[in-house]
């Protein structure tokens, strides 16, 4: 039998999720290595020089971090069970909502793991003492994790913008964004009809670990959106989307988003796509400012951004551009006729012109590193 993949992976780890569901549902033979400290210190770090989960090790020795680069690498080699649609608007919208899984859900993940401490602490902190401690006995696990917490949970707000002035913002967008999902999820399985798509498993990383799993925003998540919970433990499931092996189910017959998904199409671009738009202006001011450094900061600078009416400031992640040049970079390469109905169904979902935009700058990872392309 083929050697197996494996996974550097932790169940408390946000983008973790995302990948493991991805290899279940492509029915690929993989183990889950646990994320401990030895593990970063020794496989991660020497192997991607980054200490950063999950990593997929493949059995020709590759080590692949970055869940977009690790299904990238996959499904090149295991075409079967695709996540991309092949008709080009779908594959289009597919993309927008793992960009919106990945980059902009990854807020309320946050707010709801670090706010609301009195419920999550006690997982939290047993969790990450097992990454620093895993041999600690079960009891002192959680001091062994104060560290790490601290450091997350000490980071998280000024790094994405949460704080006093947007908390209840942030709730008010995330409650109704679980409202409208749910009520998709009433209609079609998954987001884009019977089967997965890249865009689900964008999603199911916030949703998962933080969302679902932590206490306080999974009672939330169960009794607000029932279906939403439903449709996590799906994903969680060995082969989600239908029969082994792909069977007939497929994405929705038309190649048009489901009118069910319009209120979330809304949500992006009015919330996510500003903060988009301005990321690609920055990257490309961090660039020109910058003409010797070889690699692009992670961070490049802080801006101004508006959640339901209330606005504060976050800093500005590069990373988040290398993955809207994959949606930029599929509405591109429409052909004239796929490009007129791409254009009405984003009139529909007030986005309009938004997708109509050359990075000035664009960038492409090296060595795990962005880098100007
Ligand atoms: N975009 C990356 C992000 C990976 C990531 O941020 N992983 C988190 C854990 S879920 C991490 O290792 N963070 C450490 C850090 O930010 O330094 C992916 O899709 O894999």
Redesign the pocket.
Known sequence: MAEPYRLIAAEV????G??RAYLRYKQLPFEELFASRKVLQTIVRPKTG?????VLLTPAGDAV??????IDYLEARHPERSVYPDTPVLRLASLLLELYG?EWLVMPAMHYRWHYKRANMGLILSEFGEIVAPRLPKLLRPLAGLPIATYFGGNYGRALGINADNRDAIERSYEAFLVDFDAHLGEHPFLLGARPSVGDFGFM?PLY?HLYRDPAPGELMRRLAPRVAGWVERMNAPAPGGAPGGGAVGFVGSDEPPRSLDPIFRRLFTEHWPVVADTIAAVDRWVRAHPDKPRISRFVGEHRFTIEGATTTRWIQS?TQW?AQRPLDAYEALAPEDRVRANRWLARVGGSGKLAVRPPTRVERVDNRLVPA
């Open positions: 780890s946000l983008y973790s995302k990948a980054l200490t950063m989960i999950p971090q970055d869940t977009t680069a690790i990945d990383g670990a990373f993955m």
